[in-house]
């Protein structure tokens, strides 16, 4: 049966998950400190099996960024990105109620804009705000 866990801090889960969408994992000091320092999350598990995850980043005063959204290849397709990004909206939400002029961001994958579409997410370049940008 499928199931969410609220902030689950499960270091292993998360490598397996980052490993299992072709990211590589961390160290698993590097992940716990990542964990550790997460705003908020969501672990989705079929039975006992994690099968996705996703949380977000930020001081939830000025902004928020959604991050790390994973599903195991064999559930994509299938709900679970959607029911993932449901469940973060809505605590973005709650925090939005303190702060509407918070700003939420996502990094999204190549190729994976349109999903985030569906959400209400739009390109930074279509508002003239320019690219969104990485420091290597």
Not at 38 to 49: A, L, M, N, P
Not at 118 to 128: A, L, S, T
Request: glycine letters at 8%; hydrophobic letters at 40%.
């Amino acid at each position: 049966m499928i199931h969410i866990k609220e902030n689950n801090k499960n270091v292993e889960e998360f490598n397996l998950l980052y490993d299992s969408v072709g990211w590589g994992a961390y160290s698993n000091e590097i992940s716990r400190k990542a964990l550790n320092n997460t705003f908020y999350s969501v672990s989705i598990y079929d039975d006992d099996s994690i099968i996705g995850y996703g949380r977000i980043i930020g001081d939830a005063i000025c902004f928020l960024y959604i991050q790390d959204i994973m599903v195991m290849p064999k559930y994509q397709q299938k709900g679970i990105g959607t029911m993932i990004m449901n469940k973060l909206l809505e605590k973005i939400q709650k925090v939005k109620e303190e702060n509407a002029e918070l700003r939420v961001y996502v990094g999204a994958s190549q190729n994976k804009e349109s999903f985030y579409e569906r959400f209400g997410f739009i390109k930074r370049i279509d508002v003239n705000l320019g690219y969104g940008m990485i420091l290597k």
